[in-house]
T-cell receptor, first 109, second 114 residues
Framework: GQNIDQPTEMTATEGAIVQINCTYQ??????LFWYQQHAGEAPTFLSY??LDGLEEKGRFSSFLSRSKGYSYLLLKELQMKDSASYLC??????????WGAGTKLIIKP | ETGVTQTPRHLVMGMTNKKSLKCEQH?????MYWYKQSAKKPLELMFV???????ENNSVPSRFSPECPNSSHLFLHLHTLQPEDSALYLC?????????????FGPGTRLTVL
């Protein structure tokens, strides 16, 4: 079967760095998305990785290793507004988008 | 603001009621999607429309009925729902039905079935 694994919940401190991991087992791979979803709001696009390596975008970076079926989202200089759920999603060989259950990130002062 | 709006934001209905959810996108996209989001579960894709034609129906019960009158509007008609249908229903759009295209989501309708 197809599966995306993410931690259910993580806690971090304001100003610190946090890494949210995502591992996947899918029938093929055509890209990986990260979305941010604040409580009661729409998921919003953060990043898309299709090649191995690190993509940096301001305080947020996303890493992909296709051989390991692994990605992470790295958030630096954490702010209170970064408290949200982070969703990982993978496009399989049939171009179906497979979603993880999301990681709830709690930022403490 | 993502350019995708949904109404109503909250809906409480009985199992015998009929109601409709509305989604509108102002992005000029050609593909629209309905998702169901339940607590601590992955997003479940329900329906996909591409250029107003339904291209996917992921084994959704017939008590959910989608309608796409044009590329900007999408409806989800609800009737004789069950309590387990209570969830957040999200609408999304993308430029085309290419899964590598970024999907833009609306804020969702929080549905409670009594």
């Amino acid at each position: 079967g197809q599966n995306i694994d993410q931690p259910t919940e993580m806690t971090a401190t304001e100003g610190a760095i946090v890494q949210i991991n995502c591992t996947y087992q899918t029938s093929g791979f055509n890209g990986l998305f990260w979305y941010q979803q604040h409580a009661g709001e729409a998921p919003t696009f953060l990043s898309y990785n299709v090649l191995d390596g690190l993509e940096e975008k301001g305080r947020f970076s996303s890493f992909l290793s296709r051989s390991k079926g692994y990605s992470y989202l790295l958030l630096k200089e954490l702010q209170m507004k970064d408290s949200a759920s982070y969703l990982c999603a993978v496009t399989d060989s049939n171009y179906q988008l497979i979603w993880g259950a999301g990681t709830k990130l709690i930022i403490k002062p | 603001e993502t350019g995708v709006t949904q109404t109503p934001r909250h809906l409480v209905m009985g199992m015998t009621n009929k109601k409709s959810l509305k989604c509108e996108q102002h992005l000029g996209h050609n593909a629209m999607y309905w998702y169901k989001q339940s607590a601590k579960k992955p997003l479940e894709l329900m329906f996909v429309y591409n250029f107003k034609e339904q291209t996917e129906n992921n084994s959704v019960p017939s008590r959910f009925s989608p309608e796409c009158p044009n590329s900007s509007h999408l409806f989800l008609h609800l009737h004789t729902l069950q309590p387990e249908d209570s969830a957040l229903y999200l609408c999304a759009s993308s430029q085309q039905r290419e899964v590598t295209d970024t999907q833009y989501f609306g804020p969702g309708t929080r549905l409670t079935v009594l």
